[in-house]
Nanobody, 115 residues
Framework: QVQLVESGGGLVQAGGSLRLSCKAS??????????MAWYRQAPGKQRELVAA???????NYDDSVKGRFTISRENAKNTMYLQMNSLKPVDTAVYYC???????WGQGTQVTVSS
């Protein structure tokens, strides 16, 4: 069993920044072999992909966050990050980390951006 724990969410004013972390534990084995991703779900909306990072470090982003968000990983710490800058009220959602292709999700962390 794999556990994913997100942290770093909170309340921030528009234009502010937050850094989310996702730490993996349990039967994760070698963290660096997995593709990982951040998703978010706003109230009344479907969960959507925000950013993804392959085991080789290749990244891709939803158009809505390109240039503002940066996904990264630190394999030695079994941790993935999401640096979020220039936050907007539309970024308000619960953010989840996901172990791609393996069905593991974290419990989510709330991000609220006030105008």
């Amino acid at each position: 069993q794999v556990q994913l724990v997100e942290s770093g969410g909170g309340l921030v004013q528009a234009g502010g920044s937050l850094r989310l972390s996702c730490k993996a534990s349990g039967s994760i084995g070698i963290f660096g072999i997995y593709d990982m991703a951040w998703y978010r779900q706003a109230p009344g909306k479907q969960r959507e992909l925000v950013a993804a990072i392959t085991r080789g470090g290749r990244t891709n982003y939803d158009d809505s966050v390109k240039g503002r968000f940066t996904i990264s990983r630190e394999n030695a710490k079994n941790t993935m990050y999401l640096q979020m800058n220039s936050l907007k009220p539309v970024d308000t959602a619960v953010y989840y980390c996901h172990l791609e292709g393996h069905g593991y999700w974290g419990q989510g962390t709330q991000v609220t951006v006030s105008s």
